[in-house]
């Protein structure tokens, strides 16, 4: 059992820059690939970033790349996720989940999910 709880989300005006944490309880934290989805209202959720167990190999989804960064810290057993020039459209609740197997991309490869942070992004 992995229990995760998500912070640092807020309202933010277009072009600014938030940052996400992770903190993990239960099981070894560092045994687990982590990623981020978000999911707007209406919408599907989607892949945002995962990083590997040791923090070296990072994956990023399109239409957040080169403007938000995703780490970890085992030691702390917080995985966070650095948002910058954040627009409009990145308006969503944010999830972090812990991968299970599979593809780092779809959501059915997680298995532990926190329960969201909102991030508003105004214009």
């Known amino acids: 059992q992995v229990r995760l709880v998500e912070s640092g989300g807020g309202l933010v005006q277009a072009g600014g820059s938030l940052r996400l944490s992770c903190a993990a309880s239960?099981?070894?934290?560092?045994?687990?690939?982590m990623g981020w989805f978000r999911q707007a209202p209406g919408k599907e959720r989607e892949f945002v970033a995962a990083?590997?167990?040791?923090?070296?190999?990072?994956y990023y989804g399109d239409l957040v790349k080169g403007r938000f960064t995703i780490s970890r810290d085992n030691a702390e057993s917080t995985v966070y996720l650095q948002m910058n020039t954040l627009k409009p459209e990145d308006t969503a609740i944010y999830y972090c989940a812990a991968h299970n197997g599979g593809s780092y991309y779809y959501a059915s490869s997680y298995k532990y999910w926190g329960q969201g942070t909102q991030v508003t992004v105004s214009s």
């Open positions: 990083v590997s167990w040791s923090g070296g190999m990072t």
């Open positions: 239960g099981r070894a934290f560092s045994r687990n690939a």
